[in-house]
């Protein structure tokens, strides 16, 4: 599957209704990394590990920038920021996989070069787990 067709959409308002922002050009790596935890004892011949809580690390899209409309991703999201919003989010893949989450966004314009385009990243930190929702049908 390709990654053309992927989606972030946001709501401040509830997890059932997202507006996709526009621009998205990269997306991050989804899903957890637990971490390993050492409950070896003094009767084990070799270390022993469970698995703790995941760190899904900090998810950066990002985004073409544009600020002329009051509905320009880089506009939306440096509102939430600035507000200190946590805001749901829907990361939706083209077939139908989805991932909900809610997290508190930052954003930074990238640099510039002579015919280099400018680009802006969205860092969300994250306020709850991941919640996978499987494509129907299949």
């Known amino acids: 599957m390709l990654a053309n067709g992927i989606t972030l959409g946001y709501s401040t308002s509830g997890k059932t209704s997202f507006t996709n922002l526009t621009g998205l ?8 990394d637990p971490e390993k935890v050492d409950n070896t004892t ?4 070799v270390k022993q590990y469970e698995l703790g809580i995941g760190d899904a690390g ?11 409309k009051e509905t320009d ?5 440096r509102k939430l920021q600035e507000a200190g919003t946590i805001t749901n989010f829907e990361h939706k893949y083209p077939d139908g996989t989805k991932v909900l ?10 640099s ?7 680009e802006f990243t969205a860092s969300i ?3 709850s787990a991941l919640e996978f929702t ?5």
């Open 134 to 138: 499987d494509p129907i049908g299949g």
């Open 73 to 77: 991703s880089y506009r939306v999201l």
């Open 25 to 32: 050009k990269e997306v991050p790596e989804i899903g957890v």
């Open 112 to 118: 510039g070069a002579v015919n280099g385009v400018i």
């Open 101 to 110: 989450f809610s997290g508190q966004v930052s954003v930074k314009i990238g």
């Open 125 to 127: 930190a994250l306020q």
């Open 42 to 45: 003094l009767a084990d011949s």
């Open 58 to 68: 900090e998810l950066e899209y990002k985004f073409a920038f544009s600020n002329t």
